[in-house]
């Protein structure tokens, strides 16, 4: 089963006009997972192997929306087969989440009699993403406008970047750093993480440099598409200020050239968008600090997470 997390709701529209023409008798079915507050780290690859398990069509496509919605084009769906997917989803869920579970959280549509009411969601979804996105990059420039100026390296306190190493090395917790201005990518790494690992979050580089130097953390993961400073450049302000540093790229921008500048100034690897859990948890059990404080942890028999 293919699944679709990036611009989904512009290829689910597309994909839905298409089958609307040559296709009219597939299925589609919208589960509204928008309604609900999500509490499972892993809640999203708990309804993906579900669906994997319930649909016996391997051709099906499932289209992840922003706000949390899916949809899914498939061939067999029926009434009857929602009810199955639902009962084998919900007790694999967190008591709270299940209690959500209604039948109104979901409908099934035949695209070729309800193409225009599937046309409709489709093209309200992505005119609200268009809203979110234009909000977004109002607060984002309004908070660059109050600081209106450029971290250098000389406006930093000597004293805490002196002391970079020794506060990560005596500090016993866990601190991984994240640095993304996408609010969907940001979504998708407080779910993987936060019932995993301590996570802090910023969304631009120059707060991004400022929150390294006061928080020392073990990991750090670089978006490079930020909204102020190109993520190379704060990769570069970084290592100047901690040689040893930790940190791994992301971008859905995942091309070779990226890619090889990233890991000529320093970092340590890369992850192309839409990333995983298993991706991201693998980079930071490598960071030799993690490994450092985990390994002192079961010295003292008390593993460290």
């Known amino acids: 089963m293919q699944v679709i997390t990036e611009n989904a709701e512009k290829q689910l529209l597309q994909e839905l006009k298409r089958c609307w023409e040559n296709a009219p008798s597939l299925r589609c079915l919208h589960i509204k997972f928008s309604q609900i507050k999500q509490s ?4 999203f690859r708990q309804v ?5 398990r319930s649909l016996d069509d391997p051709a099906a496509t499932l289209f992840f929306c922003q706000d ?10 029926t009434s009857k087969g929602v009810d199955d997917f639902f009962a084998h989803l919900s007790p694999k869920l967190e008591p709270a989440l299940r209690a959500t579970i209604t039948p109104g959280l979901a409908s099934l549509f035949e695209i070729g009699v309800d193409w225009p009411k599937l ?27 109050q600081s209106n100026r450029k971290i250098s390296l000389d ?3 000597k004293d805490l970047v002196c002391s970079l190493h020794r506060r990560r090395a005596q500090r016993s917790a866990l601190e991984i750093m ?10 998708l790494v407080k779910n993987a993480l936060k019932d995993e690992y301590p996570l802090t979050m910023t969304s631009d580089g120059q707060g991004a440099i400022m929150s390294y130097v006061n928080r020392a953390p073990d990991i750090l993961f670089l978006d490079i598409g930020l909204p102020d400073i190109n993520g190379h450049e704060v990769l570069k ?8 540093a930790y940190v791994v790229m ?4 995942g091309d070779k050239e990226n890619v090889m500048k990233a890991i000529e100034l320093g970092a340590k690897g890369f992850i192309g968008k839409p990333f995983t859990q298993e991706k991201l948890i693998q980079y930071i059990q490598k960071s030799p600090f993690i490994q450092e404080k985990q390994n002192r942890e079961r010295a003292d028999g008390n593993l460290v997470r």
């Open 48 to 52: 993906v192997e579900t669906i994997r």
């Open 68 to 77: 949390n919605d899916v949809f899914i084009l498939t061939r067999f769906m």
């Open 178 to 187: 994240v640095v993304e201005d996408d609010i969907f990518s940001q979504k």
């Open 40 to 43: 499972s780290a892993d809640w």
């Open 119 to 145: 046309r409709t969601v489709c093209e309200n979804k992505i005119e609200n993403q268009r809203i979110n996105k234009e909000h977004e990059r109002a607060r984002r420039q309004k908070r660059l406008s």
């Open 155 to 157: 406006t930093i306190s």
């Open 250 to 253: 992301f971008s859905g921008n």
């Open 237 to 244: 302000k970084l290592f100047a200020l901690d040689p040893d």
